[in-house]
């Protein structure tokens, strides 16, 4: 037997002998969508190594690589770091990520990245309501349409407080959003074009992934280490490829909870700056302003944006939070804001700027920073001498596991334990394969004791290992 002829007796999957006309790395795509719509492929199969099926083509293995990646464009296969090239299910386009909890009504949820549970949130919200109520311009201005920025009484209160926090931004720089995701989906749609480069940490906000995916852009992902991204990795992607956007959270990585070094910082924006690139600073996972670094709009003012969100200490369900941008390109981004639902809404925003400015978010948020110190102490306590990692103002950790665990098998088990957790794909970049590691969130439990029954669970897991796990009875 040939090479040819020992290839195809190997491969586990061949398209047609006579392919229809075209560029073969399309008709080979084409052909991959028939097999998968026909059932001759099936969802979790693996195709032919690229190699393999170049041999049995006789083509090169570049025309396979192409049609692979055409093939995964078009959303019919997934490709992963060590596991090849597989057809995609049909739930592959439903979000491996949700902002609801899932968790059952007799397990304890360490799933979410979200604020401490309290009344006094709920106090406070009821308060401000009342006083707004009471202020019949406010009401009138809340009520009215908005310009594409946003109300500029708005923008002035949201900055004085921002300001109090050590962000130095100026009102007319500011463009106010529904929330930190709108911010980044509107970055991206008004200032990068689709099938151009964005890059990121190689493991990050699943929101981003999800809008650079919607708006068809290549995102690229970019090395790591307890700082977060490695300049040296950046620098050699830059050189390889035409990157448009960096988007980076320096202060708190979701999910590793890395904090860049001013001297990083600096070095990321040397590269930006080489390059031309943009940079995109999520600044939704809130810091104290005595734990904050220099933001990258202070070191590079001509090429940063800054996202704020209120999601983080006063409630997701205000959905509001701004942008800061350079001032040559506001026009551009009020435009695309414009273009998509007018302007920001009023009564959002007055609702959001009136608690900022009463000074009552401030108590809320020493509530919640007090809180979440106990929480950190209760986590240290309990996975001491395990690798894991936190930031003092986070509200998860990010837990590397011991062998011989693998991270799918810990979250199942943790599930089968009463524990709902959240597995690591969906903050991985491309192909970038899932590290054995599981974020684990401190703060959707309304009360300490239930967070210390469910640690005390995943610590007892760990320690038994997964040959001995058992479900929780």
Request: aromatic share 6%; with cysteine; hydrophobic share 40%.
């Amino acid at each position: 037997m040939n090479i040819q002829e020992k290839a195809r007796a190997r491969a586990s999957w061949l398209p047609s002998d006579q392919p229809p006309p075209g560029p073969r790395y399309k008709s080979l795509a084409d052909q991959i969508a028939s097999a998968i719509a026909c059932g001759e492929l099936k969802a979790g199969e693996r195709l032919p190594p690229q190699r393999l099926l170049a041999d049995a083509l006789e083509v090169t293995v570049g025309t396979i690589t192409r049609a692979y990646k055409e093939a995964e464009r078009r959303g019919l296969v997934e490709a992963k770091v060590g596991s090849g090239t597989r057809v995609k299910g049909k739930s592959s386009d439903e979000p491996k990520f949700h902002h609801l909890s899932r968790a059952t009504a007799d397990s304890v949820d360490l799933s979410l990245s979200i604020p401490i549970p309290s009344p006094l949130r709920e106090r406070q919200f009821s308060a401000i309501m009342s006083r707004l109520s009471e202020r019949p311009e406010a009401l009138h201005n809340a009520l009215e349409y908005q310009s594409e920025q946003g109300s500029l009484e708005q923008r002035e209160q949201l900055a004085t407080w921002l300001r109090g926090q050590a962000i130095n931004v100026d009102p007319s720089e500011l463009l106010l959003s529904i929330g930190g995701q709108h911010a980044d989906f509107l970055v991206l749609q008004a200032l990068v074009r689709p099938g151009e480069a964005v890059a990121s940490d190689a493991l990050t906000y699943p929101g981003m992934i999800a809008c650079a995916r919607q708006l068809g852009l290549k995102h690229l992902p970019v090395s790591m280490d307890r700082e977060g991204m490695r300049p040296d990795a950046l620098e050699r992607l830059c050189q390889r490829q035409r990157v448009r956007l960096l988007y980076l959270m320096p202060e708190h990585n979701n999910p590793t909870a890395a904090q860049m070094s001013e001297q990083r910082r600096r070095e990321i924006v040397e590269i930006a700056r080489r390059y031309d690139l943009l940079i995109l600073e999520d600044g939704v996972q809130f810091v104290t302003r005595e734990l904050r670094g220099t933001p990258f709009f202070e070191l590079a003012p001509e090429r940063a944006f800054y996202i704020f969100s209120v999601s983080k200490i006063l409630s997701g369900g205000l959905r509001f939070g701004c942008l800061r941008a350079p001032a040559a390109l506001i026009p551009q981004l009020a435009a695309s804001l414009r273009a998509q639902f007018w302007s920001s809404p009023g009564v959002v925003g007055a609702l959001a700027c009136e608690w900022l400015a009463s000074g009552d978010a401030d108590s809320l948020i020493s509530w919640q920073n007090r809180e979440l110190s106990a929480r950190h102490a209760l986590l240290e306590k309990l996975f001491d001498g395990y690798d894991f990692h936190a930031h003092p103002c986070g509200f998860h950790a990010w837990l590397h596991l011991p062998e011989p665990w693998r991270a799918s098998d810990f979250v199942e088990q943790a599930r089968l334990r009463g524990v709902t957790l959240v597995s690591p794909e969906p903050f991985c970049v491309g192909s970038q394969p899932a590290p054995q590691a599981v974020r684990i969130c401190i703060t959707p439990p309304a009360s300490i004791e239930a967070l210390e029954t469910g640690l005390t669970r995943l610590r007892e897991l760990l320690a038994e290992g997964p040959r001995s796990a058992a479900p929780l009875v």
